[in-house]
Protein backbone atom coordinates (compact mmCIF):
# COMPACT_ATOMS: atom_id res chain seq x y z
CA UNK A 1 0.00 0.00 0.00
CA UNK A 2 2.72 2.34 0.60
CA UNK A 3 4.33 1.98 -2.43
CA UNK A 4 1.57 2.53 -4.61
CA UNK A 5 0.74 5.73 -2.50
CA UNK A 6 4.54 6.73 -3.41
CA UNK A 7 4.20 5.76 -6.95
CA UNK A 8 1.05 7.75 -7.11
CA UNK A 9 2.91 10.79 -5.24
CA UNK A 10 5.96 10.83 -8.32
CA UNK A 11 3.41 10.35 -10.70
CA UNK A 12 2.23 14.09 -12.07
CA UNK A 13 -1.23 14.82 -11.30
CA UNK A 14 -1.27 17.23 -14.64
CA UNK A 15 -3.66 15.67 -17.58
CA UNK A 16 -1.64 18.13 -19.63
CA UNK A 17 1.47 16.99 -18.54
CA UNK A 18 0.21 12.91 -19.21
CA UNK A 19 -0.97 13.78 -22.40
CA UNK A 20 2.00 15.75 -24.14
CA UNK A 21 3.98 12.89 -21.79
CA UNK A 22 2.46 10.10 -23.70
CA UNK A 23 2.44 11.73 -27.18
CA UNK A 24 6.00 12.96 -27.28
CA UNK A 25 7.32 9.22 -26.03
CA UNK A 26 5.35 7.68 -28.72
CA UNK A 27 6.27 10.33 -31.19
CA UNK A 28 10.28 9.76 -30.16
CA UNK A 29 9.71 5.97 -30.22
CA UNK A 30 8.05 6.36 -33.67
CA UNK A 31 10.68 8.23 -35.13
CA UNK A 32 13.57 5.84 -33.86
CA UNK A 33 11.82 2.91 -35.61
CA UNK A 34 11.42 4.81 -38.72
CA UNK A 35 14.94 5.81 -38.28
CA UNK A 36 15.95 2.49 -37.79
CA UNK A 37 14.03 1.13 -40.22
CA UNK A 38 15.02 3.17 -42.89
CA UNK A 39 18.74 2.74 -42.80
CA UNK A 40 18.15 -0.65 -42.53
CA UNK A 41 16.40 -0.49 -45.64
CA UNK A 42 18.73 1.95 -47.41
CA UNK A 43 21.95 -0.59 -45.60
CA UNK A 44 20.54 -3.31 -47.15
CA UNK A 45 19.80 -1.43 -51.30
CA UNK A 46 23.12 -0.05 -50.68
CA UNK A 47 25.40 -3.03 -50.66
CA UNK A 48 23.14 -5.24 -53.05
CA UNK A 49 23.90 -2.51 -55.33
CA UNK A 50 27.66 -2.69 -54.32
CA UNK A 51 27.48 -6.28 -54.87
CA UNK A 52 25.74 -6.18 -57.99
CA UNK A 53 28.42 -3.87 -59.34
CA UNK A 54 31.62 -5.60 -58.38
CA UNK A 55 29.57 -8.57 -60.38
CA UNK A 56 29.63 -6.78 -63.20
CA UNK A 57 33.19 -5.52 -63.24
CA UNK A 58 33.80 -8.56 -62.77
CA UNK A 59 32.06 -10.04 -65.80
CA UNK A 60 33.54 -7.25 -67.80
CA UNK A 61 37.10 -8.33 -66.58
CA UNK A 62 36.65 -11.80 -67.28
CA UNK A 63 35.47 -10.85 -70.96
CA UNK A 64 38.52 -8.35 -71.00
CA UNK A 65 41.05 -10.91 -70.89
CA UNK A 66 42.81 -13.28 -73.69
CA UNK A 67 45.29 -15.67 -73.28
CA UNK A 68 48.04 -16.04 -75.89
CA UNK A 69 50.08 -19.05 -77.47
CA UNK A 70 52.61 -19.58 -74.94
CA UNK A 71 50.13 -19.32 -72.19
CA UNK A 72 50.64 -15.21 -71.15
CA UNK A 73 48.08 -13.68 -69.88
CA UNK A 74 46.82 -10.68 -72.55
CA UNK A 75 44.42 -7.82 -72.53
CA UNK A 76 44.00 -4.42 -71.44
CA UNK A 77 40.84 -4.27 -69.85
CA UNK A 78 38.61 -0.85 -69.48
CA UNK A 79 35.73 -1.53 -66.90
CA UNK A 80 34.61 2.01 -67.68
CA UNK A 81 35.39 3.45 -64.19
CA UNK A 82 38.16 6.45 -63.55
CA UNK A 83 38.54 4.99 -60.06
CA UNK A 84 40.31 1.97 -61.25
CA UNK A 85 43.23 4.31 -62.62
CA UNK A 86 43.60 6.61 -59.44
CA UNK A 87 46.28 5.08 -57.36
CA UNK A 88 45.51 3.57 -54.22
CA UNK A 89 41.45 4.97 -54.57
CA UNK A 90 40.84 1.55 -53.19
CA UNK A 91 39.49 0.46 -56.02
CA UNK A 92 41.25 -2.75 -57.95
CA UNK A 93 41.35 -5.62 -60.59
CA UNK A 94 43.96 -8.36 -61.21
CA UNK A 95 43.92 -11.30 -63.12
CA UNK A 96 46.78 -14.19 -62.26
CA UNK A 97 47.75 -17.48 -63.36
CA UNK A 98 45.37 -20.45 -61.80
CA UNK A 99 46.94 -23.14 -64.03
CA UNK A 100 50.70 -24.14 -63.94
CA UNK A 101 50.61 -23.28 -68.10
CA UNK A 102 49.57 -19.55 -67.61
CA UNK A 103 52.11 -17.15 -66.65
CA UNK A 104 52.32 -13.14 -66.53
CA UNK A 105 50.13 -10.93 -64.18
CA UNK A 106 47.62 -7.74 -65.09
CA UNK A 107 46.41 -5.27 -62.73
CA UNK A 108 44.45 -2.19 -62.77
CA UNK A 109 47.25 1.18 -62.93
CA UNK A 110 45.24 2.14 -59.45
CA UNK A 111 46.83 -1.04 -57.87
CA UNK A 112 50.52 0.46 -57.09
CA UNK A 113 51.24 -2.67 -55.04
CA UNK A 114 50.19 -6.42 -54.69
CA UNK A 115 47.33 -7.34 -51.92
CA UNK A 116 47.09 -11.30 -51.25
CA UNK A 117 44.45 -13.24 -51.41
CA UNK A 118 43.20 -15.25 -48.59
CA UNK A 119 43.63 -19.01 -49.61
CA UNK A 120 41.38 -21.33 -51.06
CA UNK A 121 41.11 -22.90 -47.54
CA UNK A 122 40.50 -19.88 -45.74
CA UNK A 123 37.79 -19.04 -48.18
CA UNK A 124 36.56 -21.21 -50.12
CA UNK A 125 35.29 -21.23 -53.97
CA UNK A 126 31.14 -21.79 -54.36
CA UNK A 127 29.99 -24.20 -57.37
CA UNK A 128 30.26 -21.62 -60.05
CA UNK A 129 34.29 -20.99 -59.14
CA UNK A 130 33.59 -17.78 -57.30
CA UNK A 131 33.98 -16.36 -53.94
CA UNK A 132 33.61 -12.89 -51.65
CA UNK A 133 35.56 -11.83 -49.03
CA UNK A 134 36.86 -9.00 -47.57
CA UNK A 135 40.08 -7.46 -46.72
CA UNK A 136 41.77 -4.59 -45.79
CA UNK A 137 43.09 -2.57 -49.13
CA UNK A 138 46.73 -0.84 -49.33
CA UNK A 139 46.16 2.30 -47.36
CA UNK A 140 44.44 0.25 -44.80
CA UNK A 141 40.58 0.66 -46.27
CA UNK A 142 38.40 -1.88 -45.92
CA UNK A 143 37.91 -3.61 -49.35
CA UNK A 144 34.61 -5.87 -50.91
CA UNK A 145 36.68 -8.23 -53.13
CA UNK A 146 34.33 -10.68 -55.66
CA UNK A 147 37.19 -13.30 -57.31
CA UNK A 148 36.27 -15.88 -59.59
CA UNK A 149 38.38 -18.62 -61.48
CA UNK A 150 38.12 -19.23 -64.83
CA UNK A 151 38.89 -21.37 -68.10
CA UNK A 152 40.51 -19.32 -71.54
CA UNK A 153 40.83 -21.80 -73.84
CA UNK A 154 40.17 -25.21 -74.93
CA UNK A 155 43.80 -26.19 -73.29
CA UNK A 156 41.76 -25.81 -69.89
CA UNK A 157 44.02 -23.21 -68.83
CA UNK A 158 42.59 -20.98 -66.54
CA UNK A 159 43.46 -17.43 -64.48
CA UNK A 160 41.87 -16.44 -61.61
CA UNK A 161 40.13 -12.54 -61.41
CA UNK A 162 40.01 -10.07 -58.79
CA UNK A 163 37.82 -6.92 -58.35
CA UNK A 164 38.23 -4.71 -55.47
CA UNK A 165 35.78 -2.15 -54.27
CA UNK A 166 35.81 0.01 -51.82
CA UNK A 167 33.64 -0.57 -48.96
CA UNK A 168 34.59 2.19 -46.54
CA UNK A 169 32.94 4.59 -49.19
CA UNK A 170 30.06 2.69 -49.17
CA UNK A 171 30.33 3.20 -45.21
CA UNK A 172 30.77 6.37 -45.34
CA UNK A 173 27.76 7.21 -47.22
CA UNK A 174 25.68 5.20 -45.20
CA UNK A 175 26.60 6.82 -42.16
CA UNK A 176 26.01 10.42 -44.08
CA UNK A 177 23.12 9.29 -44.97
CA UNK A 178 22.02 8.27 -41.67
CA UNK A 179 23.04 12.03 -40.34
CA UNK A 180 20.90 13.67 -42.81
CA UNK A 181 17.95 11.61 -41.94
CA UNK A 182 18.56 12.09 -38.25
CA UNK A 183 18.66 15.72 -38.55
CA UNK A 184 15.53 15.79 -40.75
CA UNK A 185 13.63 13.47 -38.38
CA UNK A 186 14.90 15.26 -35.47
CA UNK A 187 13.50 18.62 -37.35
CA UNK A 188 9.89 16.68 -37.87
CA UNK A 189 9.91 15.06 -34.71
CA UNK A 190 10.68 18.27 -32.43
CA UNK A 191 7.83 19.83 -35.18
CA UNK A 192 5.22 17.15 -34.67
CA UNK A 193 5.99 17.35 -30.40
CA UNK A 194 5.36 21.08 -30.98
CA UNK A 195 2.20 20.86 -32.76
CA UNK A 196 0.78 17.93 -30.61
CA UNK A 197 1.70 20.31 -27.41
CA UNK A 198 -0.38 23.00 -28.92
CA UNK A 199 -3.28 20.83 -30.16
CA UNK A 200 -3.29 19.23 -26.59
CA UNK A 201 -2.99 22.39 -24.80
CA UNK A 202 -5.86 23.77 -26.95
CA UNK A 203 -8.10 20.91 -27.34
CA UNK A 204 -8.18 21.01 -23.14
CA UNK A 205 -8.34 25.05 -22.80
CA UNK A 206 -12.60 24.39 -22.33
CA UNK A 207 -11.10 22.73 -19.18
CA UNK A 208 -9.19 25.92 -17.99
CA UNK A 209 -12.57 27.85 -19.04
CA UNK A 210 -14.63 25.43 -16.89
CA UNK A 211 -11.60 25.72 -13.53
CA UNK A 212 -11.53 29.51 -14.20
CA UNK A 213 -15.82 30.00 -14.15
CA UNK A 214 -15.43 27.54 -10.83
CA UNK A 215 -13.02 29.91 -8.83
CA UNK A 216 -15.25 32.99 -10.29
CA UNK A 217 -18.75 30.84 -8.56
CA UNK A 218 -16.10 29.79 -5.17
CA UNK A 219 -15.55 33.64 -5.03
CA UNK A 220 -18.77 34.96 -5.57
CA UNK A 221 -18.53 37.03 -8.85
CA UNK A 222 -20.64 34.61 -10.94
CA UNK A 223 -23.69 32.46 -9.67
CA UNK A 224 -23.46 29.60 -12.68
CA UNK A 225 -21.09 28.52 -15.63
CA UNK A 226 -21.73 30.75 -18.13
CA UNK A 227 -20.16 30.49 -22.05
CA UNK A 228 -20.22 27.80 -24.27
CA UNK A 229 -18.44 24.35 -24.17
CA UNK A 230 -17.39 21.36 -26.65
CA UNK A 231 -19.84 18.28 -26.28
CA UNK A 232 -17.42 16.60 -24.29
CA UNK A 233 -17.48 19.01 -21.31
CA UNK A 234 -20.96 20.67 -21.60
CA UNK A 235 -22.67 17.87 -19.57
CA UNK A 236 -19.86 18.38 -16.76
CA UNK A 237 -20.78 22.30 -17.05
CA UNK A 238 -24.64 21.52 -16.79
CA UNK A 239 -24.92 19.56 -14.07
CA UNK A 240 -21.93 21.68 -12.12
CA UNK A 241 -24.85 24.36 -12.69
CA UNK A 242 -27.30 22.27 -11.73
CA UNK A 243 -25.68 21.56 -8.14
CA UNK A 244 -24.93 25.10 -8.00
CA UNK A 245 -28.96 25.98 -8.21
CA UNK A 246 -29.63 23.10 -6.16
CA UNK A 247 -27.12 23.97 -3.01
CA UNK A 248 -29.04 27.92 -3.68
CA UNK A 249 -32.03 27.09 -3.72
CA UNK A 250 -31.07 25.01 -0.08
CA UNK A 251 -29.88 27.91 1.02
CA UNK A 252 -32.79 30.32 0.42
CA UNK A 253 -35.31 27.30 1.40
CA UNK A 254 -33.34 27.77 4.86
CA UNK A 255 -33.47 30.92 5.55
CA UNK A 256 -37.32 31.27 4.12
CA UNK A 257 -37.64 28.34 7.39
CA UNK A 258 -34.99 30.39 9.56
CA UNK A 259 -37.81 33.57 9.05
CA UNK A 260 -40.53 31.54 9.17
CA UNK A 261 -39.60 30.06 12.69
CA UNK A 262 -38.54 33.33 13.94
CA UNK A 263 -41.31 35.38 12.90
CA UNK A 264 -43.66 32.66 14.84
CA UNK A 265 -41.37 32.71 17.85
CA UNK A 266 -41.17 36.69 18.20
CA UNK A 267 -44.41 37.49 18.94
CA UNK A 268 -45.01 34.68 22.03
CA UNK A 269 -41.58 35.78 23.36
CA UNK A 270 -42.34 39.29 23.42
CA UNK A 271 -45.57 38.82 25.27
CA UNK A 272 -43.47 36.77 28.27
CA UNK A 273 -41.34 39.45 28.21
CA UNK A 274 -44.10 41.96 28.24
CA UNK A 275 -46.02 39.90 30.97
CA UNK A 276 -43.30 39.53 33.24
CA UNK A 277 -42.26 43.02 33.25
CA UNK A 278 -45.80 44.05 34.08
CA UNK A 279 -46.40 41.35 36.63
CA UNK A 280 -43.73 42.80 38.25
CA UNK A 281 -42.08 41.40 41.53
CA UNK A 282 -39.85 38.64 42.08
CA UNK A 283 -41.57 36.38 39.35
CA UNK A 284 -42.35 38.88 36.60
CA UNK A 285 -38.63 40.08 36.82
CA UNK A 286 -37.56 35.97 36.67
CA UNK A 287 -39.86 35.07 33.55
CA UNK A 288 -38.95 38.35 31.72
CA UNK A 289 -35.44 37.40 32.15
CA UNK A 290 -35.67 33.77 31.34
CA UNK A 291 -37.94 35.11 27.60
CA UNK A 292 -35.42 37.28 26.90
CA UNK A 293 -32.53 34.45 27.75
CA UNK A 294 -34.76 32.67 25.28
CA UNK A 295 -34.87 34.66 22.80
CA UNK A 296 -30.80 35.46 22.57
CA UNK A 297 -30.75 31.64 22.94
CA UNK A 298 -33.06 31.31 19.27
CA UNK A 299 -31.55 34.60 17.09
CA UNK A 300 -28.36 32.16 18.01
CA UNK A 301 -29.26 29.00 17.03
CA UNK A 302 -31.21 30.51 13.97
CA UNK A 303 -28.29 32.73 12.75
CA UNK A 304 -25.96 29.12 13.05
CA UNK A 305 -28.27 27.49 10.81
CA UNK A 306 -28.24 30.14 8.37
CA UNK A 307 -24.64 30.05 8.55
CA UNK A 308 -24.00 25.65 8.42
CA UNK A 309 -26.66 26.34 4.95
CA UNK A 310 -24.87 28.83 3.57
CA UNK A 311 -21.74 26.95 3.89
CA UNK A 312 -19.80 25.34 1.27
CA UNK A 313 -22.58 26.95 -1.15
CA UNK A 314 -21.96 30.14 -3.25
CA UNK A 315 -19.46 32.31 -1.71
CA UNK A 316 -20.58 35.67 -0.55
CA UNK A 317 -17.73 38.42 -1.09
CA UNK A 318 -17.32 41.25 2.18
CA UNK A 319 -14.45 43.99 2.09
CA UNK A 320 -13.14 43.49 5.55
CA UNK A 321 -11.62 46.98 5.85
CA UNK A 322 -14.98 49.43 5.57
CA UNK A 323 -17.06 47.41 7.70
CA UNK A 324 -14.02 47.38 10.46
CA UNK A 325 -13.42 50.86 10.46
CA UNK A 326 -17.28 51.70 10.66
CA UNK A 327 -17.75 49.46 13.83
CA UNK A 328 -14.59 50.69 15.13
CA UNK A 329 -16.18 54.40 14.80
CA UNK A 330 -19.61 53.50 16.83
CA UNK A 331 -17.85 51.92 19.71
CA UNK A 332 -15.53 54.69 19.52
CA UNK A 333 -18.52 56.86 20.02
CA UNK A 334 -20.30 55.21 21.93
CA UNK A 335 -17.52 54.82 24.88
CA UNK A 336 -15.36 57.55 24.64
CA UNK A 337 -13.65 56.79 28.00
CA UNK A 338 -11.75 54.07 26.04
CA UNK A 339 -8.98 54.70 23.38
CA UNK A 340 -9.86 52.52 20.16
CA UNK A 341 -7.08 52.41 17.62
CA UNK A 342 -6.94 50.79 14.70
CA UNK A 343 -4.76 49.12 12.44
CA UNK A 344 -5.96 48.47 8.90
CA UNK A 345 -4.60 45.99 6.35
CA UNK A 346 -2.04 47.56 3.84
CA UNK A 347 -4.22 45.68 0.83
CA UNK A 348 -7.86 45.31 1.03
CA UNK A 349 -8.79 42.12 2.19
CA UNK A 350 -11.95 40.33 1.08
CA UNK A 351 -13.84 37.90 3.98
CA UNK A 352 -15.31 34.62 2.61
CA UNK A 353 -18.82 35.17 4.47
CA UNK A 354 -21.83 37.19 4.78
CA UNK A 355 -21.17 40.94 6.04
CA UNK A 356 -23.79 40.32 8.37
CA UNK A 357 -21.75 37.19 10.13
CA UNK A 358 -19.12 39.53 10.30
CA UNK A 359 -20.44 42.41 12.00
CA UNK A 360 -21.70 39.94 14.89
CA UNK A 361 -18.55 38.24 14.98
CA UNK A 362 -16.47 41.66 15.66
CA UNK A 363 -19.24 42.72 17.42
CA UNK A 364 -19.25 40.88 20.30
CA UNK A 365 -15.10 40.62 20.64
CA UNK A 366 -15.30 44.11 20.37
CA UNK A 367 -17.69 44.67 23.00
CA UNK A 368 -16.30 42.34 25.42
CA UNK A 369 -12.94 44.03 24.49
CA UNK A 370 -14.77 47.63 25.52
CA UNK A 371 -16.46 46.13 28.47
CA UNK A 372 -13.03 44.87 30.36
CA UNK A 373 -10.71 47.28 28.84
CA UNK A 374 -9.19 50.12 31.51
CA UNK A 375 -8.21 52.79 29.47
CA UNK A 376 -7.51 51.05 25.43
CA UNK A 377 -7.94 48.59 22.67
CA UNK A 378 -6.14 48.00 19.78
CA UNK A 379 -7.71 46.12 16.82
CA UNK A 380 -5.21 45.28 13.84
CA UNK A 381 -6.59 43.35 10.44
CA UNK A 382 -4.10 41.84 8.36
CA UNK A 383 -3.09 38.56 6.31
CA UNK A 384 -2.04 35.34 8.31
CA UNK A 385 1.76 35.25 7.94
CA UNK A 386 2.44 32.77 5.32
CA UNK A 387 -1.13 32.15 4.32
CA UNK A 388 -2.48 34.11 1.13
CA UNK A 389 -5.70 32.73 1.28
CA UNK A 390 -6.36 33.25 5.56
CA UNK A 391 -6.62 36.59 7.14
CA UNK A 392 -6.38 37.60 10.68
CA UNK A 393 -8.72 39.83 12.98
CA UNK A 394 -6.47 40.79 16.24
CA UNK A 395 -8.24 42.57 19.14
CA UNK A 396 -6.21 43.74 22.27
CA UNK A 397 -7.29 45.54 25.75
CA UNK A 398 -5.61 46.46 28.95
CA UNK A 399 -7.89 44.52 30.99
CA UNK A 400 -7.31 42.21 33.40
CA UNK A 401 -7.64 39.42 30.52
CA UNK A 402 -8.15 35.80 30.95
CA UNK A 403 -6.20 33.24 33.21
CA UNK A 404 -4.96 30.51 30.42
CA UNK A 405 -6.73 27.79 32.64
CA UNK A 406 -10.10 29.36 31.96
CA UNK A 407 -10.12 30.52 28.45
CA UNK A 408 -11.77 27.72 27.31
CA UNK A 409 -14.46 28.39 29.95
CA UNK A 410 -15.41 31.45 28.70
CA UNK A 411 -16.59 29.95 24.77
CA UNK A 412 -18.66 28.38 26.68
CA UNK A 413 -22.43 29.32 26.53
CA UNK A 414 -23.77 31.08 28.92
CA UNK A 415 -20.49 30.55 30.94
CA UNK A 416 -19.23 33.89 32.65
CA UNK A 417 -16.34 34.57 34.71
CA UNK A 418 -17.21 37.70 36.44
CA UNK A 419 -21.30 37.84 37.56
CA UNK A 420 -20.58 41.89 37.94
CA UNK A 421 -20.47 42.38 34.30
CA UNK A 422 -23.46 42.78 32.52
CA UNK A 423 -24.03 40.21 30.10
CA UNK A 424 -25.09 36.81 29.41
CA UNK A 425 -22.24 35.53 28.46
CA UNK A 426 -23.21 34.12 25.09
CA UNK A 427 -20.51 36.30 23.32
CA UNK A 428 -17.48 34.88 23.05
CA UNK A 429 -19.27 31.02 22.34
CA UNK A 430 -21.68 33.06 19.63
CA UNK A 431 -17.61 34.63 17.74
CA UNK A 432 -16.37 30.47 18.26
CA UNK A 433 -19.70 28.92 16.79
CA UNK A 434 -19.26 31.87 13.55
CA UNK A 435 -15.54 31.05 13.66
CA UNK A 436 -16.40 26.97 13.53
CA UNK A 437 -19.04 27.39 10.87
CA UNK A 438 -16.51 29.43 8.34
CA UNK A 439 -13.79 26.80 8.85
CA UNK A 440 -11.75 29.10 10.80
CA UNK A 441 -9.95 29.34 14.30
CA UNK A 442 -10.13 31.34 17.74
CA UNK A 443 -7.19 32.17 20.16
CA UNK A 444 -7.25 33.59 23.24
CA UNK A 445 -4.26 34.73 24.02
CA UNK A 446 -2.14 36.66 26.79
CA UNK A 447 -2.08 40.17 25.33
CA UNK A 448 1.10 42.83 25.32
CA UNK A 449 -0.94 44.93 26.78
CA UNK A 450 -2.09 43.33 30.28
CA UNK A 451 -5.55 42.01 29.27
CA UNK A 452 -6.99 39.43 26.75
CA UNK A 453 -5.43 39.24 22.73
CA UNK A 454 -8.40 37.53 20.98
CA UNK A 455 -6.58 35.86 17.64
CA UNK A 456 -9.32 35.37 14.55
CA UNK A 457 -8.41 33.99 11.88
CA UNK A 458 -10.73 33.40 8.70
CA UNK A 459 -10.93 32.54 5.09
CA UNK A 460 -9.93 35.39 2.24
CA UNK A 461 -10.69 35.78 -1.58
CA UNK A 462 -8.03 36.43 -3.70
Do not use: C
Not at 104 to 118: A, C, F, R, V
Not at 255 to 282: C, D, F, M, Y
Not at 373 to 393: C, D, K, Q, T, Y
Amino acid sequence: MNTRLSRLRLWPRSLTFRVIGFSTIWAILTLVVIFTLITTLYRQASERGFDSLLSAHLFNLIGSVGISDNGALTGSPDLGDLRFSQPNSGWYWSVEPASEDVHGELHSSSMTTSLLSPSVAEVPFNSNFQRSYSMEGIKGEQLQVFESEFVLDAKNRAARFRVMGNHSELEQEIASFQRRLLTYLSLFGAGMIAINAIAILLGLQPLRRVRNALAMVREGTAQRLDGSFPAEIEPLANETNALIENNRRIVERSRTQVGNLAHSLKTPLAVLINEGRALGGAKGQLIADQAASMQKQVDHYLQRARVAAQRDSVVFRTPVSPLVERMVRVLQKLNPQTKLTLSPPPAEIVFAGEREDLEELLGNLLDNAMKWARSAVAVSVALAPGMSNLFEIVIEDDGPGIPEDSAREVLKRGKRLDETKPGTGLGLAIVADLVNEYGGSLALERSGMGGLRAVVRLRSLQ
